[in-house]
């Protein structure tokens, strides 16, 4: 081959490497929910094997006789959940394998369940990275896991979510199950070397006022994770401990409120700005004392006092200068 | 001491100096929330929440106080500018104010037992006590309970009028109190009105 010819063909191979890379982007995680009806169709009846004993539905009318409903009890789901979740679309196969197919499920079926970095290796390694700081995978070892937080039925990215309210529901609910519920903390903390009685969330956090609408309106990550160094992420990972955690109510009660880059990242623009408003898309589901507020009427509310100040000492000085001049003429 | 007359009861002394008192902290705090995180000179923003929700509750109380006081006491009468004339009494008042004091003249309507106020007083204190600081107590208590506002307004949070509405309420309080104070030193002496303030006399 003439080396122009081979160049000629190196760059055809290369296009051709990049488109098929190109297209493979929307379909490049593993298992993805496919487009074609005819497919959607197969694992639509795939997972239906799956819920003929998995739902509520399942418990009610078991297939067989020869199940322990006492046990299938602690493994109901339900598909409305499933279908808002990340994973909707997804064969529950594609995470659960093969072992769970046939009934009774496969003694070591459990093992094979893919971890989450299997489909989403760039993303998991820079999630795990910050996870492996936190306080939970420091001091509570190999119990804690993605899945202790991440439910990968129900879980969907705060991107997708979109609802600020909706966003902080689902993420406190992660931590609030364990960290309001004596039986699951002290399963958890048992890895620890010294016994630890759960902290009451509201003792702790008797410094802020009104903790139930706080936590209505922000997440608890906001204040005990850093901003995430990693730009592609939109939350850091790394809960910190107790005495690192923000305190300061100006973070997000002032004008540059982090609430604008963090929970509310993905907030649209709405009618407040329109009006002036400061930190308008947070507007859109919460009034925030400091932080919502209108610069243009702020700058009048000062004028006019500065005016009234500026004009009464002025009145007061003629008062007193010809007053002065009076007396002096009297006398 | 020419002249003295005994306008003010007990009652009225002490509701007032507790308003004037409560109005004072609660603009600074109010203000420290509102600018929060604009400057040192500001009171800390947890500090501020905490004396501000302290010091709203009391001056609610207060108002309670002095709204059923006057009803008691038949002052709220005080407050009615009487026709007729209301207006060219106000007029004349203001012109006072605007020309008249400048030339050492004497007040236009020096206060009576039967009329405490001039009508431009009459009119501003109405107004103030009677619009105004309501608005005030009623949308700060609604920040309390924030359940009580609408949950959304205009695709807005609801609590966002509530808030608007305390703020510039807020603020016409403090211009007013400001000129408040100011005409405070127009009596014979600077301090002569603030002294019957303390001791219920009126001098001429
Ligand atoms: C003249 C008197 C008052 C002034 C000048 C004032 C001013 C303010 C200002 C500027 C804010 C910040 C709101 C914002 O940023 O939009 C605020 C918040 C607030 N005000 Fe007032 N206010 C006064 C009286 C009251 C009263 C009487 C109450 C209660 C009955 C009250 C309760 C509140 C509450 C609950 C907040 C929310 C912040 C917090 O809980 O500390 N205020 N006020």
Redesign the interface.
């Known amino acids: 081959m003439r080396p122009s010819t081979k160049s000629l063909f190196a760059a055809l191979a290369f296009t051709a490497l990049a488109a098929a890379s190109g297209a493979g982007i929307a379909a490049e995680v593993k298992g993805a929910a496919p487009t074609d009806p005819a497919l959607i169709e197969k694992i639509r009846k795939s997972n239906a094997e799956c819920y003929a004993c998995h739902t509520e539905a399942g418990l009610k009318n078991p297939p067989r006789a020869d199940m322990d409903l006492a046990a299938l009890t602690k493994f109901i789901h339900d598909p409305k959940q499933f279908d808002g979740s990340n994973h909707t679309g997804m064969e529950c196969k594609v995470c659960h394998g093969q072992g769970y197919v046939a009934f009774p499920h496969a003694p070591e079926a459990k093992k094979s369940i893919s971890e989450c970095g299997e489909c989403h290796a760039t993303k998991a390694l820079r999630v795990e990275t910050q996870f492996e700081a936190s306080v939970h995978a420091k001091n509570l070892k190999d119990a804690f896991t993605c899945q202790t937080c991440h439910d990968p039925h129900v879980y969907k990215v705060a991107a997708k979510v979109g609802d600020p309210r909706k966003i902080v529901a689902q993420d406190n609910a992660m931590c609030v199950d364990c960290h309001n519920s004596d039986l699951r903390y002290s399963a958890f903390s048992t890895a620890l070397p010294t016994k630890k009685v759960r902290p009451d969330l509201y003792a702790t956090h008797d410094?802020l006022?009104n903790a139930r609408?706080h936590w209505s309106a922000v997440r608890c990550i906001e204040c005990h994770t850093p901003v995430s160094p990693v730009k592609s992420l939109a939350t850091s990972h790394e809960i910190l401990a107790k005495d690192k955690s923000d305190k300061a109510?100006?973070t997000c009660?002032?004008?540059?409120s982090a609430l604008a880059t963090r929970l509310y990242r993905y907030a649209s623009t709405?009618?407040?700005a329109d009006l002036g408003f400061a930190n308008a898309q947070v507007?859109?589901?919460?009034?925030v004392?400091?932080a919502?507020?209108n610069p243009l009427?702020?700058r009048a509310?000062i004028g006019?006092?500065g005016l009234?100040?500026l004009g009464?000492l002025g009145?007061?000085a003629?008062?007193v200068v010809?007053?002065l001049i009076?007396r002096r003429r009297t006398s | 001491m020419s002249h003295r007359i005994y306008l003010l009861p007990p009652w009225l002394r002490l509701w007032h100096w507790t308003n004037a008192a409560l109005i004072i902290v609660l603009a600074v705090t109010g203000a420290s929330?509102?600018?929060?995180?604009?400057g040192g000179y500001l009171v800390p923003?947890?500090l501020a929440?905490?004396i501000h929700?302290i010091a709203g509750v009391a001056l609610a109380c207060a108002y309670g106080f002095f709204v059923l006081a006057n009803i008691v006491t038949g002052n709220w009468w005080q407050y009615v500018p009487k026709p007729p004339g209301v207006l060219a009494r106000c007029l004349t008042q203001a012109r006072f104010?605007a020309f008249g004091?400048?030339?050492?003249e004497p007040h236009p309507y020096p206060p009576t037992v039967e009329a405490n106020f001039n009508a431009l007083q009459a009119v501003v204190y109405w107004f103030i006590m009677y619009l105004v600081v309501p608005t005030v107590v009623v949308t700060g208590l609604i920040f309390f309970y924030?359940e009580l506002a609408p949950t959304k307004i205009?695709?807005?949070?609801g609590?966002?009028p509530?808030?608007?509405l305390h703020?510039?309420a807020g603020?016409v309080v403090?211009?007013f109190m400001?000129?408040h104070i100011?005409l405070g030193?127009?009596g014979v002496r600077p301090t002569s009105l603030f002294k019957m303030m303390i001791t219920g006399w009126h001098e001429e």
Request: charged share 10%; net charge negative.
């Open positions: 410094w006022p609408l109510c100006v009660h002032s004008q540059d709405n009618v407040g507007l859109g589901s919460a009034y004392v400091g919502t507020r009427i702020d509310v006019l006092f009234t100040v009464l009145h007061g003629v008062c010809l007053a009076r | 929330l509102h600018f929060a995180g604009e923003f947890s929440a905490k929700d104010y004091i400048f030339r050492g924030p205009y695709g807005l949070d609590l966002l509530v808030a608007m703020y510039i603020a403090i211009l400001v000129a100011y030193t127009t």
